[in-house]
């Protein structure tokens, strides 16, 4: 068994369909969100307030748990099409 992470560059509604997208592979067993692990210390009052990069598109950490290379296959294949249409940015973080 394998366990996929994604790490996808985009904003909500988009991590939302590839989550559904990826749930309805054929093949694979478990697809989740995991949390941001990391508290953000963003203040109001702080210098780097408002800037552009407080304003960009979400970090989102999703796994994927595939029992086999095809499922693998299938789902980078799925995910690489929905990202390059939505124009999102992914990158992958396998565990064998």
């Known amino acids: 068994m394998t366990m996929l992470r994604l790490q996808l560059t985009g904003n909500d509604e988009v ?55 095809l499922a693998q296959e299938r789902v980078r294949s799925v995910a690489e099409a929905l990202t390059r249409d939505r124009g999102v940015a992914i990158e992958y973080d396998e565990d064998f």
């Open 15 to 69: 991590a939302n369909e590839l989550i559904n997208l990826l749930s309805a592979i054929e093949g694979v067993e478990h697809v989740e969100e995991i949390g941001d692990l990391m508290p953000h210390m963003d203040d109001d009052d702080s210098s780097s307030a408002g800037l552009p990069d407080d304003a960009a598109p979400g970090f989102h950490h999703i796994e994927v748990r595939v029992p086999n290379p």
